[in-house]
């Protein structure tokens, strides 16, 4: 599949965990998915703990780095939708409607996306969690494992687009 006919795409706005990034390229090469990191990133691409978690399957990746928010999108295909993945103020995951050429924005492990990106994006979604923290963070989780919020997405995302 060329890249530019990808009907759903993953990108990570500057991770700052080497694991995540690792189990999120794992994800990606089972779903046959490319994945872009955004710099600056936490660690180096070359970081053993993401070789580690990314285990063998590097080479089935289709990666791609970009120094900033601007140099990604100027670089992806039309159309797409760059649709951000939040834990707050977002469509739920369930209803969201996705349409060919999406990609899903995850951000950082700590703060998530900043507003700014936010307000570039098409889209928020949000994973539901019934056992979700209040707004001052008490009484529930406040928010899932980056990696496992981006395998639910695309996990979903791509049952709702027939990939799988």
Known sequence: ???????????????????????????????NLPLALIEPLGFSIDDKHLKRAGLDYWPHVNLSVHSDFKDFQGRLPQPSRVIGCSRRGGEPLQTFRFQTGDVLLFGREDTGL???????????????????????????????????????????????????
């Not at 006919?5 to 500057?14: Q, T």
């Not at 570039?120 to 494992?145: F, H, W, Y």
């Open 114 to 164: 900043p507003e700014p990106i936010r307000e570039e994006c098409e889209k928020i979604l949000t994973i539901p969690m019934p056992r979700s923290a209040g707004s001052d963070g008490q009484g529930g989780v406040r928010s899932l494992n980056l990696s496992v919020a981006c395998a639910i997405t695309c996990f979903q995302a791509g049952m709702k687009l027939e990939l799988w």
């Open 1 to 31: 599949m060329s890249l530019s006919s990808c009907p759903l795409r993953i990108a990570l706005f500057e991770p700052q965990i080497p694991p995540n990034t690792g189990n999120i390229a794992r994800t990606c090469a089972a779903f």
